[in-house]
Every structure is written in C-alpha cells, then in structure tokens.
C-alpha cells in the first residue's frame, strides 16, 4: 500500500524543460528505470507542457518537460534522493548533447569537420602499387 499525506510531509516539484518532446521522453525513460532504493521516499515523473509550468519554461504544445514530483519523511531524505536525481539527470544531458542529433543541430553546429570517426575523401594506395 502505498503511504502519501501525513506520512510524506516533505515535497519538492522539479519542472526540466528539454528542447523537445523526444528528448524529454528520453530522459523521463531513464530516470524511471531505477527505483527509489529507501522506503521512505517515493518519487513520480510526468510529461508536461511548457504551459503547464509554473515559470511557462517552454513555449510549445508539445510536452518537453519533465515534471518530477518527490515525496519524503524528512527533508534530509528528501535531499539526498534529489541530490541522486540531479546526478542522474546530468549524466542524461551529458549523454545527448554528446550523442544525439537534436541536441547537436539545438547548439547551431553546422559542420562535423573534424569529428572523431568521420572519414572525409579518404584515398589510399593499394599493396599492389595500383
């Protein structure tokens, strides 16, 4: 049974926007993998829109923020499950902005020149002098 109210008194809203609603389902499918590992905080991720916010973040229809809802016994609980969540979620940035097509084309880099692993008019010689 899942305890909330009294037995939770300490809360924290967290809205991440994320430049698009692709980028912020992947981070929402990240985070939700791993369970809480202490009974006594419990933690719940929604999509919203930039509307939706309480600053309105974003200004799209599409739901590109990632509203996480923790829930806690203390506040030192509180802090420490939240402290975890920001390190995860910076791994997550980190990731896309490295890896992800989206983010690279959000940043306005327009070439790849010089990108590790790209081979660019690459000729070569063949063993046999042809």
Same mark, same amino acid.
């Given at each position: 049974?899942?305890r909330?109210g009294a037995a939770?008194? /300490?809360t924290?809203?967290?809205?991440t ?6 980028l ?6 990240s985070l939700?993998?791993?369970e809480?590992?202490s009974p006594l905080?419990?933690r719940?991720f ?5 509307? =939706?916010t309480?600053?309105?973040? /974003?200004?799209s ?5 990632l ?6 016994t203390?506040?030192r609980m509180?802090r420490?499950?939240?402290n975890g ?6 791994v997550?940035?980190q990731v896309?902005?490295?890896?992800d097509v989206d983010?690279i ?6 070439s790849?020149?010089?990108a ?5 008019g690459l000729?070569?010689?063949? =063993?046999g002098? =042809?």
């Amino acid at each position: 049974m899942v305890r909330t109210g009294a037995a939770f008194p /300490c809360t924290l809203t967290i809205h991440t926007p994320f430049p698009t609603e692709r980028l912020a389902q992947i981070a929402l499918r990240s985070l939700s993998v791993d369970e809480e590992l202490s009974p006594l905080v419990q933690r719940s991720f929604f999509l919203v829109d930039g509307s =939706a916010t309480s600053r309105g973040t /974003c200004s799209s229809d599409s739901q590109s923020v990632l509203k996480t809802e923790y829930r806690a016994t203390t506040n030192r609980m509180l802090r420490v499950a939240v402290n975890g969540f920001f390190e995860s979620l910076i791994v997550i940035i980190q990731v896309m902005e490295e890896l992800d097509v989206d983010v690279i084309q959000e940043k306005g880099i327009e070439s790849l020149e010089g990108a590790q692993g790209l081979e660019q008019g690459l000729t070569s010689v063949t =063993a046999g002098g =042809a």
